[in-house]
């Protein structure tokens, strides 16, 4: 049998041009040094350029006279702490720049950092004697992942220490019956995956930097994702955790209830804190069962009003079954088309696409849901066109059509990415208004001598979340001044949300006022003081 | 006699290839309850082919493309799919659902061969092989029952000229053999062949309104008798982990423990 398993691969390698990973930093060690590989095979603009360092790109942000100087002494502390060789980056009594650089960079090239010592502790202990340490000796630290942020969160600014949780990469237990995954904090997301599925279970999160990300990082970052419509957001999946304090204490809330109101809901400060009160150790989740009969269809739309109403008639018909209703506009679609080669899914070029996915646990109930669903939008004129993945292959591919165009735009230049929440009815409005402002400055064209290439809206269209990316031949101040704060103005004129699931990092932190009111910053501010009164935690970011 | 091509795509539904296969407690075969199937993607190639030879608008013309497939209550999913791709009716040969493998490709390839006769067929399209027995064999068994010239593997196929000359390219070890041969014959097909494409809305909506007959063995005066018996089926020896080291030191110490240093 094995044979023509073998050859149905080539199969699949011809059909899907590329593994779903293999062009993101898959390996923990050196994400930007597989990202470089990247840039350098196809854009030739930027290929040699060094990134910027975020001091220089960002003046104003001076390093806190308050902090201490690292010196040999305490690198021989830390050595002697964790032990083992490869758990120290030493760039201090050493030359270790190209060690050092895939922790000082992210992999967008885009923010750059200069530590010069990077820790990679392998148990909760060692990451609380770290912390106790650097605390007292007020060594400013950057908790770091798998490093696939997008707001520069997860890299240091000056000199902080990166502690990087690679090492921490142990699943500790899983119930099958309530379903509840305990794991390290270094566990990488699509392995968490891998082996749940081997228990017929699903981690209730899902992104593109799978291969990459970690699910400490993602539970720090509130990271959302493709399935969030189905399952919800990590603050309800997320049971417990176990966080780590700058003075070192070991906050054990690492709970497996799916029920327990006694006090207040500590863990919930660690969701979405982008590692500025604490270090998130080990992460309890429930995860859903995995479903049987996964479908997808793709669709082509002539606007944007049908491609409301296709959300709604997703919504009333397939309801419980609906796991993912994601929207892509044919700029984007064009791009992943230039950048892969791959054939387009559909014959004609529609302004909107979408792809739509239903999981369920009977595929005959299931696919008569669909149809009846697909007969509707067609014959309604709902959808101009539109296919259904018939295999795993098929499946596969028309996911990379959605899942694809973040890495697209890396490999044609860079990428201006605005993340954020607006009510359904205007959400696509904030791409076209964009476009047509950068046209009007005269910045959009199709040759080199225009910085923007184009301006694109993709995203989680169940989640009212857009993904507006203004794609560059190099990064410009020019245009960010044509896009910032106009485009955050934009939003708060709608009561949107300036970060809908990327976080705040260093890109937002200035921006935090157009979506929270001065009292919510102030109490904020408060517990980040009450937690970390030396600001050690991740400091210059978040607020 | 060749006025148009008349084509029949036998295809066949089996778990899809991204599933791994599992081997059932009885070690008589491989569970198929409740796994993903789907078009063989070999059949998926020959399907695409025909259509292809339809919108080619080559110097014969096709009349008619015949998809058919053989199996359980489930097998009018794969016939759906091929007349959403383009086929335009299909037969469902029923055969109850055993799990063991079903008719032997013999019983097949004679069942084929009725087809052809009573439907008059000129040309017929196989995958190489399906991918849930690895037999390939039924194309050839049909070629030599029917006595028609047979290409096997074919990674280019084109129609000549009206008299039904065809040009089949095929790979073989260290290049490529280019063959000819004149109508009635059997092609089938290989991976190189073509990009099978998606089945559209439309098309998936208009396949449920072409005909789908049902029919049995029996109506091409075939049994399902078997000559083989299988005796045991089971999994290959599983393959033993690799192991990961901290850094060169515990290199070196493992390579000294393995006696390789």
């Avoid at chain 1, 054939?343 to 996915?357: D, M, N, S, T, V």
């Avoid at chain 1, 225009?450 to 989680?460: D, E, I, Q, S």
């Avoid at chain 1, 109490?523 to 003081?529: G, I, S």
Wanted: charged share 25%; net charge neutral.
């Amino acid at each position: 049998m094995s044979g023509a398993r073998n050859l149905s691969n080539a199969l699949r390698r011809a059909r899907v041009p590329r593994p779903r990973i293999i062009l993101r930093p898959t390996l923990l060690q050196s994400p930007a040094a597989t990202a470089v590989r990247t840039f350098s095979g196809s854009s030739t603009v930027r290929a040699d350029k060094q990134i910027k360092y975020t001091s220089d790109a960002y003046p104003n942000v001076k390093r806190d006279p308050n902090f201490g100087e690292l010196t040999a002494d305490d690198v021989a502390f830390f050595k002697e702490l964790l032990g083992s060789q490869s758990a120290v980056v030493d760039g201090v009594t050493t030359d270790a720049t190209d060690d050092l650089e895939p922790f000082n960079s992210d992999w967008m090239r885009k923010y750059r950092g200069h530590t010069r010592l990077v820790l990679k502790p392998q148990s909760t202990e060692e990451v609380s004697k770290v912390l106790a340490y650097c605390n007292e000796r007020k060594l400013a630290v950057v908790p770091q992942g798998g490093n696939t942020g997008l707001v520069g969160g997860s890299v240091p600014v000056f000199d902080e220490i990166v502690i990087n949780t690679s090492r921490m990469n142990q699943i500790r237990s899983f119930d099958e019956a309530s379903g509840v995954l305990v794991a390290d904090a270094g566990v990488i997301l699509e392995v968490a995956d891998q082996y749940l599925a081997e228990r017929n279970h699903l981690f209730p999160l899902d992104l593109g930097a799978k291969g990459s990300c970690h699910i400490g990082g993602n539970v720090a970052t509130n990271a959302g994702g493709l399935r969030l419509l189905r399952y919800g957001s990590l603050h309800g999946n997320v049971l417990g955790l176990e966080a780590v304090l700058p003075d070192g204490t070991i906050v054990d809330a690492l709970s497996t209830l799916r029920k327990n109101n006694t006090g207040y809901d500590l863990k919930q400060l660690f969701i979405g804190a982008e590692g500025t009160i604490g270090l998130i150790t080990k992460v309890a989740i429930i995860c859903p069962p995995r479903a049987k009969a996964v479908n997808v269809a793709y669709f082509g739309l002539e606007s944007f009003e049908q491609v409301q109403r296709a959300y709604r008639e997703a919504k009333g018909q397939l309801s419980e079954i609906l796991s993912a209703f994601e929207l892509m506009d044919g700029r984007s679609q064009r791009l992943v088309h230039e950048s892969t080669g791959s054939k387009q899914p559909l014959e004609g070029e529609y302004p909107f696409y979408c792809l739509i996915e239903t999981s369920g646990s009977n595929a005959e109930h299931d696919m008569e849901k669909l149809e009846s669903f697909l007969e509707n939008v067609m014959g309604e004129g709902i959808v101009a066109d539109g296919v259904l993945a018939q295999d795993e292959t098929q499946f596969q591919a028309l996911w990379r059509w959605r899942e694809g165009i973040t890495e697209a735009l890396s490999h044609l230049g860079g990428t201006y990415k605005y993340d954020v929440s607006i009510p359904l009815p205007e959400l696509y409005q904030l791409v076209e208004d964009c476009k047509q402002r950068l046209t009007e400055k005269g910045l959009v064209g199709d040759d080199d001598s225009f910085p923007v290439r184009a301006v694109v809206g993709y995203g989680h269209m169940g989640d009212s979340n857009l993904h507006l990316n203004v794609s560059v031949r190099q990064y410009n101040k020019e245009v960010e001044k044509a896009i910032e704060p106009w485009v955050y103005e934009w939003i708060q004129k709608r009561q949107g949300s300036i970060s809908a699931e990327h976080g705040l990092g260093i890109a937002k932190r200035e921006f935090i006022g157009y979506s929270q009111n001065d009292t919510m910053v102030k109490l904020m501010k408060q517990l980040k003081a009450l937690y970390d009164p030396n600001g050690i935690m991740n400091p210059y970011k978040y607020i | 006699m060749a006025s148009g091509l008349r084509i029949l795509v036998p295809i066949k539904r089996v778990i899809d290839y991204a599933v791994k296969p599992r081997v059932n407690k009885a070690q008589t075969g491989v569970e198929t309850v409740g796994f993903k199937h789907s078009l063989n993607p070999f059949d998926e190639l020959s399907i695409e082919e025909a259509v292809r030879l339809r919108e080619r608008k080559g110097p014969l013309k096709v009349e008619n493309i015949l998809a058919l497939s053989a199996g359980g209550p489930k097998t009018p999913d794969v016939l759906r799919t091929a007349m959403a791709m383009g086929a335009d009716r299909a037969f469902h040969i029923d055969i109850p659902e055993a799990g063991d493998g079903g008719p032997e490709q013999l019983t097949i390839a004679k069942m084929l061969k009725g087809v052809v006769e009573k439907e008059n067929i000129n040309l017929v399209l196989l995958g190489k092989q399906a991918i849930d027995g690895d037999q390939g064999q039924t194309g050839q068994m049909l070629a030599g029952l029917l006595g028609w010239p047979q290409a096997t593997q074919a990674s280019k196929v084109e129609v000549k000229d009206e008299a039904g000359t065809v040009e089949i390219t095929h790979e073989v070890d260290g290049g490529v053999e280019t063959l000819r041969a004149k109508l009635p014959m059997i092609i089938t097909t290989d991976l190189r062949l073509n990009q099978p494409r998606y089945a559209s809305l439309p098309n998936i909506m208009k396949a449920k309104k072409k005909s789908l007959e049902k029919k049995t063995l029996a109506d091409f005066g075939v049994e399902d008798t078997r000559r083989l018996k299988t005796i045991k089926v089971t999994e290959p020896p599983a393959r033993q982990g690799g192991g990961k080291v901290e850094d060169v030191d515990g290199l070196v110490s493992k390579l000294k423990e393995l006696g390789a240093l």
